[in-house]
């Protein structure tokens, strides 16, 4: 087998066209932006445009900016959400595919990024390895590891007034690899898709890809145009939703208005109708699972296949919908390039893998696309004064602050809606209270509830990626900001609008003498070039 916010802004950073590694690390920033991929980059979008007073830097452990979609390039590889709100909402989407592939996206990122200034603000090859919160000072002080290009690693520090991990919750280092029995005696290849090689070759090869999620339902269509033939191995179904591949109402919108306008409305649109459906399946489930069986029948055109294989034991959306575009998926299966096995993996054997029916499926490349690793934030292990924060003991404010950490902010997204959706949410409520502590001469800032919060998981999914790792985040509560709601449009009317004198509790800049020398002292070893 082989594997293959300080009280006075700190200056203009050094500009970083190049990507290097190497520009200078600033010694402060008001605020620093831990991940330069979609979130990372539209939070800095966020920053200079309603606090364009506070400097900010972007470190990325990678040695490019796109975060996920840069770092996954398997065949296929495509958003499972509409582009229209899965874009920026201040930068129009202007490809026509709904359902966009992973370098288009990745395209876009860096053209934001480009367009905005942001790339001159962000540190490659830069990953956090501590985050200490000073009470005595007011700021934290992260430290990093830097990665030259004759691969030295060196330790540096840098010190902030507000931290903002957007490295989201997905460990890019490595990902679900269950241990199959008899994996060293297969004669294939075995690929993981989050590390897919290059140079592999299966043109004209039998292909069985291992999962049913959304890696999987993109992987078996694209293999299967020069694949021999390949299968996809399921434990177990999972809900399928066949979406058109171009939207033509917007198409029609776009043609009769402005792009800004355009967007504004298309996203208006996809935005209620996602909700709407979201809403249909959990109030009315078995409705949804027969609307949900009848589709799918609609186009692989067998009945008894689509009961086998494409209905679930469990609701729609108790895990995340598979979209498929112009029903990809079940046309490849319909031309017989493609098949799919609903049962166990018993063991590997040297020319395949033999199922728990005594089955044996012949294969040349095996692509265990069994799901991803949850990492809390990118990894960061917050401490505040030396202590190690427990994560699992804190609760989320407003989805994006935590109890017991001040000045600290992460980037969630929905699991039942575009991330985006809340991750410009999440970085508008962070302008907000920064622009708050200023007005007010706080120092810090930490959301404290008024009485006790009953737990509940963060995210609020049975899958099995959700399951294996939700347990070392944070928690939400059971009201109020304390909810990780899963509704944009309840967000969006409140999320803004909310009091933050109520919930956060904070220290007055006086009250920490040492903040405002610190901050002074760093601002003119700035300006002198030091």
Request: proline content about 8%; glycine content about 8%.
């Amino acid at each position: 087998m082989t594997r293959s916010p300080s009280s006075q802004p700190t200056g203009e950073l050094p500009e970083n066209p190049s990507g290097s590694a190497h520009p200078e690390l600033p010694a402060h920033v008001d605020v620093l932006i831990v991940g330069a991929g979609l979130s990372g980059v539209g939070a800095a979008y966020r920053l200079r445009t309603e606090c364009p007073d506070l400097s900010y830097a972007i470190v990325e452990a990678r040695p490019s900016m796109g975060g996920t979609w840069d770092l996954f390039r398997y065949p296929g590889i495509r958003s499972d959400s509409d582009m229209f709100t899965f874009s920026y909402p201040f930068k129009p989407w202007q490809d026509g595919k709904a359902l966009a592939d992973g370098p288009s996206i990745l395209r876009y990122i860096k053209e934001t990024a480009a367009e905005f200034g942001i790339d001159r603000h962000i540190r490659y090859r830069t990953r956090v390895v501590g985050a200490d919160w000073s009470t005595a000072r007011a700021r934290w002080t992260v430290t990093v590891e830097r990665t030259g290009a004759d691969g030295a690693v060196t330790r540096h520090t840098v010190t902030c007034g507000f931290l903002y991990s957007c490295a989201g919750y997905y460990d890019y280092d490595q990902g679900h690899a269950p241990e199959f029995p008899g994996a060293e005696s297969f004669t294939g290849t075995v690929v993981h898709p989050q590390f897919w090689p290059e140079d592999l070759d299966y043109a004209g090869k039998r292909v069985v890809v291992i999962g049913s999620g959304a890696t999987a339902v993109t992987l078996v269509p694209t293999m299967a145009e020069t694949a021999a033939h390949v299968t996809m191995l399921q434990r177990t179904p999972t809900w399928i939703a066949p979406v058109p591949g171009r939207d033509k109402v917007a198409d029609k919108i776009r043609a009769a208005l402005p792009p800004e306008t355009a967007h504004k409305v298309i996203r208006g649109k996809n935005i209620l109708i996602n909700m709407g459906f979201y809403q249909f399946c959990r109030r009315r489930p078995e409705a949804a699972r027969k609307f949900l069986t009848g589709l799918s029948t609609r186009f692989l055109k067998d009945p008894e296949a689509v009961k086998e294989h494409f209905t679930p034991p469990y609701n729609p959306w108790d895990q995340r919908l598979c979209a498929i575009p112009d029903a990809d998926l079940f046309r490849t299966i319909r031309k017989g390039r493609a098949s799919v096995v609903t049962d166990h993996i018993d063991t590997f054997v040297p020319e395949g893998i033999r199922l728990k029916s005594g089955r044996v499926l012949e294969a040349d490349v095996v692509v265990t696309a069994t799901g991803l690793k949850l990492l809390a934030f990118g990894g960061i292990g917050p401490s505040v004064d030396g202590v190690p924060v427990k994560l699992s003991e804190q609760f989320v404010w407003r989805g994006a602050m935590l109890t017991g950490v001040p000045n600290f902010a992460v980037c969630i997204g929905y699991t039942n809606a575009s991330w985006t959706l809340r991750a410009d949410l999440s970085s508008r409520l962070v302008c907000k209270v920064l622009g708050h502590m200023r007005r007010r001469d706080y120092a810090a800032v930490v959301p404290r509830p008024d009485r006790a919060l009953a737990q509940r998981p963060l995210l609020d999914l049975a899958s099995g990626y959700v399951q294996r790792s939700i347990d070392a985040f944070p928690r939400q509560g059971d009201r109020g900001p304390w909810r990780v709601r899963q509704n944009y449009l309840l967000d969006a009317a409140t999320t803004l609008r909310t009091n933050l004198d109520r919930t956060l509790k904070p220290t007055p800049r006086s009250a920490v003498p040492e903040a405002g020398r610190s901050a002074a002292g760093d601002h003119a070893l700035l300006k002198a070039g030091r």
